[in-house]
């Protein structure tokens, strides 16, 4: 048995996966315009839960002005049950635990997608071409949409999901109001950091106490982005005291958002930290980490595992090759790049194949 692909790993709340490769978080903007998932986004996951232990969807918003992407699914209303079923019941049939990340794209949204309300913590716009500049969410909206969250957890638990995960990371809404940068209030929900992490920590009580109607074996995890470029903006240190409050919850695992699972600070290039590392260190073996970025071959799955963490996220080398672990298993040629005329044999939605050409043009030909 290969410990790397065969070795079962249990979280502590006794949910086992079959092996410690997990997919990573990807969006595919291949959802119907209603909000509900295509044929072709099923066949997609269906065909990448065939080899790893867990797989974690691309993200769903809690509510309508959370909406991040053209094509993205919605688990905002109890109607869209039926279409989270079916996605759960792909995922599983295939052997993978099935996890439904949960989300609001705040600042990052484009107007035309959220009726021109576009929301944050604050009203500052994103350091990017074209931004809008978004309107500072009330008290009671706040409310609402960490309310949502528990919302959309109680869906994925009718809908079948083994668990959700929670998005904290890559510059959305729960990251917003972490952030020095957007968020810049000075009520209970801003100004210091212990302000500044009252937000991602209510959504995750919110989520917790939802999923308390689920069996106990169920998961729920939390994504973050450990730094910004920004300045102001998220450190490490600010990092590693939100890592600290969120091992003291019943989460079942954490998952950082890295370029490469060895990358060192962005912000300070004197810290030579392996950032996944001080994380670790952090957690004390209070929680299990994921750690991802940058793994594309079985090499890098093993140096990722070596970085110190319990199980390691796969992401634009699973959209190449749905049998990536499978074939890396096995020892065979992975391909490394999507091309066009491959699209339905690789279960490639057509839309996320068009969005990759435009920002990915080195995973693609054709």
Not at 178 to 183: D, L, Q, T, V
Not at 204 to 222: N, P, Q
Not at 299 to 307: N, S, W
Not at 322 to 330: I, Y
Request: some cysteine.
């Amino acid at each position: 048995m290969n410990p790397i692909y065969d070795q079962p790993f249990s979280f502590a709340n006794g949910a086992t996966l079959r092996n410690r490769i997990v997919m990573a978080p990807m969006t595919t903007w291949s959802a119907q315009d209603d909000g509900w998932q295509s044929p072709e986004e099923l066949a997609y996951y269906e065909a990448r839960a065939k080899g790893v232990g867990m797989l974690i969807t691309g993200t769903t918003y809690t509510v309508p002005n959370g909406r991040g992407f053209p094509g993205q699914f919605c688990g905002s209303d109890d109607r869209f049950i039926p279409g989270l079923t079916e996605l759960a019941h792909r995922i599983k049939r295939n052997g993978a635990k099935s996890v439904l990340q949960i989300f609001h794209a705040g600042r990052m949204s484009q107007p035309a997608l959220v009726d021109n309300d576009v929301v944050s913590a604050s009203d500052v716009p994103a350091e990017r071409p074209n931004a809008a500049k978004p309107r500072a969410l009330t008290d009671a909206e706040i409310e609402t949409i960490i309310a949502s969250f528990a919302d959309v957890t109680r869906r994925a638990i009718a809908a079948g999901f083994d668990g959700v995960e929670i998005h904290g990371a890559n510059t959305y809404l729960i990251q917003q109001f972490f952030s020095p940068h957007s968020n810049r209030r000075t009520d209970r929900w801003g100004g210091s950091l212990e302000a500044r992490a009252r937000f991602p920590l209510a959504v995750v009580d919110a989520v917790l106490e939802a999923a308390k109607h689920a069996d106990k074996t169920f998961i729920v995890g939390y994504r973050l982005s450990p730094e910004e470029i920004e300045n102001p903006g998220i450190t490490l240190d600010d990092t590693l005291y939100l890592v600290d409050r969120l091992a003291g919850k019943a989460l079942t695992y954490l998952h950082v958002s890295l370029g490469r699972y060895d990358q060192t600070s962005q912000r300070d290039k004197n810290d030579q930290r392996i950032i996944g590392q001080a994380i670790h260190q952090q957690l004390k073996g209070r929680m299990p980490l994921i750690g991802a970025g940058g793994v594309k071959v079985a090499d890098d799955l093993q140096r990722a595992f070596d970085t110190g963490y319990e199980l390691v996220a796969v992401g634009r080398a699973l959209v190449a090759e749905p049998q990536w672990v499978q074939k890396a298993r096995a020892g065979e040629e992975i391909v490394s790049v999507i091309a066009k005329e491959d699209c339905a044999k690789q279960c490639v939605p057509e839309k996320m194949f068009a969005v990759m050409k435009m920002f990915f043009p080195d995973a693609v030909k054709g």
